[in-house]
């Protein structure tokens, strides 16, 4: 029993050590994001889209621009990762875009990785602002294209939720017909 036990626990340790770590639903990651600065989502304009408030063991995930949020994504301890949060997390959380040396210097020190990267994204905000007033309370979608460059400059969907009200809407938004999720 006690070998099949190191068998297996060696197994798990070191061969699905990174999908251990990587999985959504990681706590460590969730508790390493309220200590170190996430990266931030920001507009082509540098507006941010999704950032972080709070001061080191406090940051909490802040969504300024909710009715980008089924684009954008989130990023929440209860509920994981969602769209470009989730898509984008290694850069966001400074695993990705930093040296190994860096990253083993890092957890040596503070035993997590250091602060995340900003993203960039070619969505225009007041582009957008524009395309959600048009759309209004309808259900639908509506997505801008620069046709020479191939940039995504607005990608509208309703209906939308706000992240920041996820665990207090959580159930009403799995049940609703209309998916806002």
């Known amino acids: 029993l006690s070998l099949l036990s190191v068998v297996f626990l060696t197994f798990w340790a070191f061969i699905f050590k990174n999908d251990l770590e990587k999985r959504s639903d990681n706590l460590r990651l969730a508790i390493a994001d309220t200590i170190k600065s996430?990266?931030?989502i920001l507009d082509r304009n540098g507006e941010v889209i999704n950032?972080?408030?709070g001061t080191p063991g406090d940051f909490t995930r802040t969504y300024n621009y909710p009715p980008l949020s089924t684009t954008a994504g989130y990023s929440t301890m209860i509920y994981g990762l969602a769209g470009i949060e989730a898509k984008m997390d290694g850069y966001l959380r400074g695993i990705s875009n930093n040296s190994p040396f860096s990253l083993w210097w890092n957890n040596l020190l503070y035993n997590h990785?250091?602060?995340?990267?900003?993203?960039?994204?070619?969505?225009?905000?007041?582009l957008q602002r524009t395309m959600d007033d048009i759309?209004?309370?309808?259900?639908?979608?509506?997505?801008?294209?620069?046709?020479?460059?191939?940039?995504?400059?607005?990608v509208?969907?309703?209906?939308?939720?706000?992240?920041?009200?996820?665990?207090?809407?959580?159930?009403?938004?799995?049940?609703?017909?209309?998916?806002?999720l």
Not at 135 to 153: C, F, P, R, W, Y
Not at 160 to 179: K, R
């Open 38 to 40: 996430r990266g931030e």
């Open 51 to 53: 950032g972080n408030q």
């Open 113 to 126: 990785p250091p602060a995340g990267a900003n993203i960039k994204l070619t969505i225009d905000l007041p």
């Open 135 to 154: 759309l209004g309370e309808q259900n639908g979608s509506i997505i801008v294209i620069n046709a020479d460059s191939g940039e995504i400059l607005s």
């Open 156 to 180: 509208v969907s309703h209906p939308y939720f706000d992240p920041s009200t996820l665990s207090e809407n959580w159930e009403a938004l799995v049940s609703d017909p209309d998916n806002p």
